[in-house]
Every structure is written in structure tokens, then in C-alpha cells.
């Protein structure tokens, strides 16, 4: 039994998940595209899904009898309605972060969804499939006793002039927001913000690195550097510090090389390649929970609780090292 | 378009191919299953292929107009009729080791191949999909300059008593004979097998360890230590010596952890886990090259080689620490 | 030429520097002993150091004629007056930490030394000569470009109850305040504390663990885990992010094993293990300095600025996440 | 007690073992220098040992009164006559390797030292004394079971074209001679040379790199890559395989950083840097105990055993691939 997908929005990350679904995953196939530039459906039709039909609409595509399920991998700010028009139609539906561009729209999703009854929102935040965070949320259950401590880093090479400020959490912290939500089974109480110096690569309307400082309810302090001027490379570090002792995400493999009087190793410069893996398996499961008509995963409440913290980031931003109070109202049971 | 399959033999790793086809990878369908033990067959067909067809025999499979491509991942014995009927019949086979259980009957398998005159035959040396392998390749090719030596260490924690001193060659080293040849673009003139003392674990119809070194064509040396009661967990060691330098096979990921006095991490046991997600990318490219009609990876030639080169490592476990000859025919032209 | 060397206190350390003076290295005698404990400066001198003449008090010590040089390893509270009586002596002085109890005391030696125009006092920073520290130093000042951030750990076992939640900086802490103000070649303004939850281990009156926020002059953003009672191991982390990369401060040497599906080393869980090396280096360099009459090294101000930072640690410890500003006068020249 | 030193030749090593005995250790000091070039004698006076009196031959200073002790760092063919004579004057020696330039040589030494009674003679192979080694022997005898191979490289960055390939043997891998025997506790029996091909780096009149195979009476099976044109810098290394698991020499401590798109430390390139440390250590034994008249650490006895197994080793070179046989006469009680 092949589930039947439809894609709305076929830019880059639209196309790289049809190719996923025709070309390396089993279980389900595209049988709809549609993006505000029908050219782009046209050719990602053509190069990757010939038997998919174009849509003028994401509300038509969605509407279609032969949908099944629906991939919205459009522009941000079009998550929203797609999504509610999907949870309308009770269909499953995989939505490419950020659920939505307001905690105010999240959580709008959450409402409806909650309405609906039952789960049918995917949020893809990919890291909770990476096998490096899943072996270390294993550690964290099973080793090191109860957490205390995180301490983290997000280095990307370089950013464009157009990156400002704010975007290091809604572009980059994001995936720490959600990432540790989920490894810590816990929700965040405040947010603050540390600056060092600026970077002598940064410009003037990004403060660069940070250092976000997030607490927990069950008590964890967690600290983020945030460094996208780094040039080395793209490098993600987490370590967790427990009643009972530490445990780090596992380094990318690499080949340890000695060469020229330097043992040395390779560090990774793309974001796309660090968790190339982890879109593979989320996929998976949005195909094996669509197929029974429901979904798992980054739930819209997951969406809508990174947002809030997101927002609370940002003021933080601008508080001079104050703490921000992180406030969510109560978790409905379908997310329990 | 789907490839339309047919597994022959339903055991673990019949089993295991045609959940993978099934549920994992894109573009294939398993449609017909057989098996010595008709139940096996039913069993699997049920739980994973539940609209394939069930064939008596293994013949009678291939020849069954619907089956596009063969997997033989049946008893060995069997490997060779049924990959040279596959090719009898024009179909793209893949092959579980060995391709066949002496050299002549590998032998017989590239005669047929080159008489048909197009690979069809893949065999299953997976490691040579193994992402550690594939980067370690890349570092020899473009960073440690020529070859020179390779020091390798395969480790099992323990075997059966029925495990007997030429299976350390024919089920253990078999992989390394392998890997090697295409790692270093090279072939092997001939073996030489070194003992220390039996390890305690071991019993008297089995030398372990063992340090099989070969020699190849370029005049690479390379020491394997075999060690299939080592104790400790399954672990395969790899580095590559060149002329500027050196390289190593990857660690599998894992979480550096601090407990208890020490900085630890996992260790595999089971060595169904070492190469796991290599399977998926060996039968993602049989899938790929079968729906053209063909095949690519290890060859028939390679199967041939590895069993000459077996052959020659299992006479020189007798020959006191003399190095054994290992002479190859001209390779035909389908191959190079 | 044999340096004459006085010491003071003859507790643990003064016993463990009198056997290095007399047992390891070059250059220098222990000839004069001194402790309130008379037995114990007895029984010093009959275990290590046979010829040494024992003194009722330090002062008598300091004033003896065959004494060049004096070593103060005595209780805390008696470092202030021993230190001015050498610098009055116009001796050559070793001080261990503190210098003095409080920054006005650690004020008045800066002003004696500098009243007598030339350095003579060293104080008992011991890991400026680690080499691990030094090669981190050579790191970030030849690779890592200029640093930007430092995020680094110093975790314990375990305390005895009697340990309080200010001892985390006077007896921990206070080794990162002083060697990263030489890592860095920079000084600190402000300090600021964050607290996740307690420890099980920790009680009522020892906030543990803790991070440090320290911000120095040139801009840089130090975050400091104290951990007390982290159980696993005695462990030093320092990792420094510079504009073109980060560095790491050394393991201690260990040796890999592979061992019941473990890959593991040992971590030390005594801190005299940790920077054994590097008391005989700082000893070295003491005798070395004070042959010529003189004292290189951590510095009088070095103690002065330590115990300024501190204070103002201790202060940030009840002040609720706020940052606390760090001031130091003007720098002396004798210092520069 | 200030131990007394004559040191007969003053080049690089003896001139270092001087300075390392007026300037690093404690409890000793040199009274005697000796050295065909006067000159040479006379600068490391005046350099380093002011107070030391020259004597014409390295005789008249073992015989002198106020020498207590003898280093013997002379040209290698020099070595036998001098210890004989400090022998012979019952005055400790210690010697650097080899202990002389035969084993007939070497067999007199200890012929002459069991005759004196009781052990006069430490000779200079200094690893035992090294910090990693000692820790991996810890690791052997007390981790990973009884030792059952053992995989070793010594490699170093180029040799002059006067090193042939006999050197690979008395030059080089003297020392993985020695150390092993003392890691293992055991003695060898057999040596075996392979080749791979020449590097290009190497020349006509040196094979390079080979791997030397050694067996030895408990039956453990040691390789050993020696390549002395590995072009990237020097590198030891050595994996101890047990009953239980493994045990790596450790790596010289290093600064892990990130820069430029790659994971690096340094590796050594000079020979002199990798066991500097354990120089000291070996001259602290020699002082401690030639201050009560006698010797301990590498014997007289494991110089002839290193004597006659690279004897052994020379001869397996040009043997083609057969193992050589080494027979020890029975070991005197003054060694056990």
C-alpha cells in the first residue's frame, strides 16, 4: 500500500524531500506538486515525479481526492493556513519548521488540531531522528543520571549580511530550542542573552557570537553558543552533565589522517551535510504514521512551545542579561 | 516504475532483504519468495510481502515471467545454479557470499557472465557500501599517497564450537579479501599465515588469533589479525600506510561518556550491527542498476577472486609461516 | 651553587616541596624548618631534609642568615605577614595561594614589593606550568586568532560537608581566575553566577554546581562549570574560541582499552594528580629566579587581582544572576 | 650526599645528561668530564660544570677518586672497554646504548658483572622509564589478560643516506627490542623480516619501510612496522591484544583544535621531543640508586638480550621471509 503525497512548495528543501520519497524511500509516492512559481513544480515533476499532477493551489493540492498526506515545504509564512487547511481536511500532514511565523498562529494549529481529536501535524525538526542525538538521549536516560547541566554550541562558518540579530534563534537556535525540549523531556522556564565582544567577521546589525542561556522547570541550566561567523566550520556540540556523569554528542565519522606533522580529521562547512541522515528517517516516519492516517513525532504543540521560547529568545536579545520569563499554558492531553 | 523481485531462500538474511525492499527502500517490490522450507517462504510472505507468489523451487522462480531481478540468499551450496540459471535467463542477480563454494564454481559464473556478454551479477560484499570504507577509500585516493602497508583487525567475541580454524578465513577474513582489493585498486600474489600461541578461550580444532599477511601486485603488505574470541566486542580496525602519510578506517559513532572514574564508550557485540546501514545502500544500488537491466559493485570477477584468494589463505594456515602463491587468470574485459 | 632555602609550615605541601627540593631537583636545600607544630617540622626535617636547622617561629626563620630564600606553606590567614617579612628581609619568597585572606592584605604585599623596587615574590599558581596549559596558550596565540570566548568546567568528586557554597570560588575556582588571566593576557570586569538546580549529592548549604560568567576587558565571554560533586572523576575542561577556531586544553595522558564492550580510560579522581608535573616546574623556576635574587612568575599583583575577582565572585553568588563589576586599580609598572 | 659524576664523552647525549644533572635533578653532581675531543670537554666545563676537572681518557677518570659514578655517553665502540673498567673499579655505570657492539661484547660485561657479584650497570634505554609505557604495562598486567600479540610501528619522519638498512635494526628498533621484552616479561625466540614495496622517499642501499616479526617463549606474537621515511612526523605506536581486551600506548598529550575546516593536533617530528621526559627519570634512578652503590632498571643482561636478538633481527633481513632463531644462554640468578 503506497501512500500518496502531495508536495506543496518545490524549492529546495520541496524537491530534495520528492527525491526522497521517489527515489529512496519505500512506502509512498508524490503524487501532487504545487508552488507559486508553477515552473518549479514543472520541473521537479519532471525531473523526479512524472506521474504527479500540478496543482495551481496549495489549498486545491490539498483538497485533491488522490492526497493523501501533505509535505508544506513552502515559504514560511504560508505554513499556516496550508496546515490548517490540511487539519481541515483531515489529512496528515508533515510541516518544514517553522509551524508557523507567530506563537499566536501555532497555536492556532494546536487549537485546531486539538478540535480535530486526534494528531495529524509532523513538525520537521530532524534532529530528534539523528542517531547521534538519539544514542545520546539513550545515554542521558540509562547513564548519567538525572540532568543538570547542558552546555552546547551551533558554529556555522559564515552568514550572509542579510542575517540580523534575531535570526540566530529563529534560523539557527531554533533546532536547539526543540532538540533539547525532547532530550530532557522538559519545558523552559527563562530565557537570557551574553554577548562577548563581536566577531571580526560579524557586521554591525549582528551581534555575534551569543551565548543564550535557557532554564528548565525540572531545574537544568542549559548554555548555547551561538556562533555563526566561526570559519572553521559547521560544528554542533552538546554535552550533558547528570547526577552520575557526562555523555557528549558523537562527532560526524571521520578518517583520522596523519599527514604533514598534524593528526587531523575532517570538519564539516555544510549545514545540509551534518544531518543528511536524520531527513531519511523522519521521512520514515511521516510515511509510517500518514499511512495509518495519523502522526507522530514533533507535534504542533512542540511547534508552538519552540516558538513561544523563541520570542522570549529574541526579547532576551534585547535585555541586557536579563532573564526572560518563558510561560506556556497548559499542555492538552493529546499531546501527553 | 518498480522492480519486481524474487528472493530465493527466506532465512535471517532472506528475511531481513525483503523487509528492506519492502519497507525501506524506494523503487521495489518483492513478488515472488521460495524456500527449501515451504513455511519459511509463507512466513515471510506473510508478515512482509504479502502479494508475493510462492514458487516450489528456486528454478522455477527465476524463470516466473513477473520476476524481474534475483536475490540468492539462500544455503551457499546453492549460490551457484542459481546465479548462473539467473543468468541463463537474462536477469540482474544479486548474491549473497559466497558467490560460489569453490573457485572453479565462481569460475563458471564469470565464464557465463562473459559469454552473455553484460554484468548481471552483484555479490553481497557490503562493506564495500559501508560509509566508513567509502571515506577511508577517498583518503587513500586523495591524501596518504601511494599505499604501502595496511594494518587490519577483524574481532569477534566469541564463536560456536562447531567454528573451525578455515572459517576464519572463509566466513570472517572473506570480508578484508574483499574490501582490500577495491580499497587499494590492487590484487593479491600471495598469503602467508603467522599464530601465537591459541588464545584460552579458544578450543583445539581452532587456531585463534591469527595474523593472515598478504601481499599484493603493487607490492602492498598487508597484516590482518583474525581474532574471533577476542572477548571484549566485534571490532573492525583498518589503517592505511602511504607514502605521506596514514589513515583509519572510522570508530562507529558513539557517545563519549564519564562515569564512574572513566571516559567510556560502546562497544558493538553483535556484528549484525557493525555494517548495518550498509545493507540498505548495497541493495539501493542493485535496485538501481537491476531496473536498467544491469548490475554494478562487486562483481562475479571479484567473487572469483575472493575464492581463489581463499583458497590460497586457507593452504598457507597449513604451510608452517610460508607464504602461499595467489595467481589470478587475465581478467576479461567485462571487468576492467 | 645550592640555593638555601627556608620553609614555612611543613603541613602537606611544605613536607611535599621540602622532599622536591631535596629529592628531585637541581639547584636548592631545605636548611631551615619551621611550623607552630614543632613535631611536625621535626619530623619533616628527620624524613627529608636531615641538615636543616628548625626555627620556633617564621619570623626567626626569615631572619636567619643562612636563609636566601623562604617558601610560606603554612595556614592561610599567617601567608600575609610571612611574605611582607621577606620582602622586608629583601629575600626571594614562594607564597602558596592565597597570597593573602583578603584583597587589601594581597593589596599591602603588592605595595611592599613595589616599595622595594624589584619582584620577589612568586605566588602558587602552579598551572601556568602545566604543560598542557602551556601548550594551549601557544595554541591561541599562534592559531586559534584572537579569543573571543572560553567555556571550561572544573569538576570534583566529592567535598567534605564543611565545604560552602563560597569555597566553590576561594578553593576551587580560583585556579581558572588566576591562569585565565595569563591565557588570555587580559584582566576581568565584571562576574556574574547562574544556578540550575542542586545536586542530589550537594547540600543545603553548598549551591552546586554553578557557572561562573566572567567578562574581561578585551571582550571575552568565560563561562566556568564549578562542580563539586560531580562523582565520576577530578576533571579540568578549557576549550577557547578565537576568530579563526577554537583550542582545547589537553587529557592527562591515558591508555585506551578495549574491555567488555567498552572503549575506555581512566579519569583521575584526585586533584594532586592532576598538575603533579607542574609543581616541580613552578619549584624550578622559583629556584631559579631567586639564585639571581629575584622572582618571575605569578606575581604579587597576580594574587592581588585573584583575590579582587573573588570578592567580586562571592558577591555575585547572592546577587541573583546580576553582574557584579570588577575594578583594579592601576597597574604598577613593575608588573607590566 | 651529593652523588659524584665522571661523564665519559661529551657530545649531544653526554652534554645533556650533564646539563640534566647541574640543572634539573637533585643529588647529584658531575666532578669529571672525558672526551677524545678536548675541546668538546672543556665547552661543556665551562657551559655547564664549572667545578668539573678534564681527564686525557675516559680510564683515568673512571679511575680518579672523587668519581663515584660513570656516565658512559662515548662513541658506541667505546662503550665495552669503559664499563668493564668502571666494573672492574666497582663503581656503578651507567651506559648508553648499545651496550657494545657485539653481543660477544656485551656477553663480557655481564660475564665481568656476575663475577663482580652484585649489579654495577644501568644501561640507557630510557622508554621503560617513560610515563605511557609505564602506564600501559599497568594496563597489560592488571587489565588485558595475558598478552597474546602485540602491534607496533616506530616511524620516523626521513634518515640521511647513510641509514641502511641494517640500521632499521640497531638504530631504530633497539628500542621496541628492549622495551617489549620488558612490557612483556618475556623473552624471544624466533624474528622474522617482511617488505612491502620501497617507499620512493627511501633509497637503493635501504629497504623501507618493513615490518619485523618477533615470537617469543610464552608464544605472543609481536609486528613491528619500522618506516623511516614516513615523511609526516615521528610516531610510536604499540596495541597490546590480551585475553580480555586491548591496550594502546598512549599519544603524546596535545592541543585538539579546529581550524580551517579540519579537526588537528600536532604530531611530533624529532625523535628527541617524544621521550624527553623519561631521560630524567632514568638518570633520577641512576642517582638513587648508584648513591647506595649499585644499579637497577635495564641490566647488563638486557643488553646482551637486545644484542643477540638484533643480531637475530639483521640476519632475518636478508633471509627472505624465514624466521631466524634466538637462543639466550640461561639467564644469570644476579638478573632474575
Chains 1, 2, 3, 4 share one sequence.
Not at 529546495?12 to 508524490?30: K, S, Y
Not at 495509518?292 to 521560547?309: L, N, Q
Amino acid at each position: 500500500m503506497t501512500l500518496k503525497i502531495g508536495v506543496i512548495g518545490t524549492g529546495m528543501i520541496g524537491r530534495d524531500h520528492t527525491r526522497r520519497i521517489q527515489q529512496v524511500l519505500a512506502g509512498a509516492e508524490v503524487v501532487a506538486l504545487s508552488d507559486v512559481n508553477a515552473a518549479s513544480a514543472e520541473a521537479v515533476r519532471k525531473d523526479l515525479a512524472p506521474n504527479a499532477k500540478l496543482y495551481d493551489t496549495g489549498e486545491a493540492l490539498i483538497a485533491a481526492p488522490e492526497v493523501q498526506a501533505v509535505l508544506v515545504t513552502s515559504w514560511g509564512a504560508t505554513h499556516e493556513p496550508y496546515v490548517l487547511a490540511a487539519i481541515a481536511a483531515g489529512k496528515p500532514v508533515f510541516c518544514e519548521k517553522p509551524l508557523a511565523t507567530t506563537a499566536e498562529g501555532a497555536r492556532r494549529i494546536v487549537d485546531a488540531e486539538v478540535k480535530f481529536g486526534r494528531r495529524l501535524v509532523q513538525v520537521g525538526f530532524m534532529r530528534r531522528y539523528d542517531a547521534g542525538y538519539v544514542a545520546l538521549k539513550h545515554a542521558v536516560e540509562n547513564h548519567t543520571g538525572a540532568p543538570i547541566l547542558v552546555h552546547a554550541a551551533h558554529r556555522n562558518p559564515a552568514v550572509p549580511e542579510a542575517y540580523l540579530t534575531p535570526m540566530a534563534i529563529h534560523d539557527t537556535m531554533i533546532h536547539e530550542i526543540d532538540v533539547f525540549r525532547w532530550l530532557l523531556n522538559d519545558d523552559y522556564v527563562s530565557a537570557r542573552v551574553l554577548y562577548p565582544r563581536n566577531a571580526a567577521r560579524s557586521h554591525t546589525k549582528l551581534r555575534d557570537p551569543q551565548v543564550v542561556v535557557l532554564e528548565t522547570q525540572k531545574g537544568v541550566l542549559i548554555n548555547v553558543e551561538i556562533f555563526v561567523n566561526c570559519a572553521y566550520g559547521y560544528d554542533i556540540q552538546c554535552e550533558v552533565v547528570g547526577e552520575e556523569g557526562t555523555a557528549k554528542l558523537p562527532e560526524p565519522m571521520t578518517v583520522d589522517m596523519r599527514l604533514g606533522a598534524k593528526r587531523q580529521s575532517t570538519i564539516l562547512t555544510d549545514w545540509k551535510d551534518r544531518f543528511v541522515a536524520s531527513y531519511d528517517v523522519e521521512l520514515n516516519h511521516f510515511i509510517a504514521a500518514a499511512s495509518k492516517g495519523g502522526a507522530t513525532g514533533p507535534s504542533a504543540w512542540d511547534g508552538f512551545a519552540a516558538a513561544v521560547t523563541s520570542d522570549a529568545c529574541v526579547l532576551a536579545q534585547e535585555s541586557n542579561g536579563q532573564a526572560v520569563a518563558i510561560e506556556l499554558p497548559a499542555r492538552p492531553s493529546l499531546y501527553n
